[in-house]
């Protein structure tokens, strides 16, 4: 199974670029690396996802290296409202299944 | 908004009882995925349904169940509670399986006392 290891916590300002980096060694062939961004008490809400290279959307970047071992999620310019904790998921494509969130990277930013 | 529901909201219970959470997906989705948060713990995965069939289980135990219906909307049965269970569940759905981007729900709120 591809269990995935991210940093407990991480402290920024407001304006900066912040890279959160996921660990993923085992990860399949065919699995994806997908992000989350959780509020307190609320349901996690996609950020990003990718298999290889960079992926870009309106709020973020992910880069996977060409081995796939690894992800990094890139936050530009952050803002107080993006404090939170961020998960790294590889979803393993099999007949059985497996969702492996990480443990979560808890992100503040201070003014 | 997501366009996932979760009834109940809270839910106060005592130990040894059973209750039953109630997720209906977003319209069109197909899959569903239960997932407990203990408190300031990480997301575990529980079980998830492709249009009526179990797909996928996790680390579930025996005391829990879950079925979905025809009309998609999926329960969660706990049984034989205990404090330990006490936790935040969370449904979402998603279009296929993995790796379709899933959608939460708010969530339904357990205390087992």
């Known amino acids: 199974l591809a269990k995935t290891t991210q940093p407990i916590s991480m402290d920024s300002y407001e304006g900066q670029e912040v890279n959160i980096t996921c660990s993923h060694n085992?990860?399949?062939?065919?699995?994806?690396i997908t992000w989350y961004q959780q509020f307190p008490s609320q349901g996690p809400r996609f950020i990003i996802q990718g298999y290889k290279t960079k992926v870009t959307n309106e709020v973020a970047s992910l880069f996977i290296p060409a081995d796939r071992k690894s992800s990094t999620l890139s936050l530009p310019r952050v803002s107080l409202s993006d404090t939170a904790v961020y998960y790294c998921?590889?979803?393993?494509?099999?007949?059985?299944?497996?969702?492996?969130f990480g443990s979560g990277t808890r992100l503040s930013i201070r003014p | 908004d997501s366009g996932v529901t979760q009834t109940p909201k809270h839910l106060i219970t005592a130990t040894g009882q059973r209750v039953t959470l109630r997720c209906s997906p977003r319209s069109g989705d197909l899959s569903v995925y239960w997932y407990q948060q203990s408190l300031d713990q990480g997301l575990q995965f529980l079980i998830q349904y492709y249009n009526g069939e179990e797909r996928a289980k996790g680390n579930i135990l025996e005391r829990f169940s879950a079925q979905q219906f025809p009309d998609l909307h999926s329960e969660l049965n706990l049984s034989s509670l205990e404090l330990g269970d006490s936790a935040l569940y969370f449904c979402a759905s998603s279009v296929g399986g993995p790796p379709y981007e899933q959608y939460f729900g708010p969530g339904t709120r357990l205390t087992v006392t």
């Open positions: 998921l590889v979803a393993v494509y099999s007949s059985a299944s497996k969702i492996i």
């Open positions: 085992n990860i399949a062939t065919n699995d994806y």
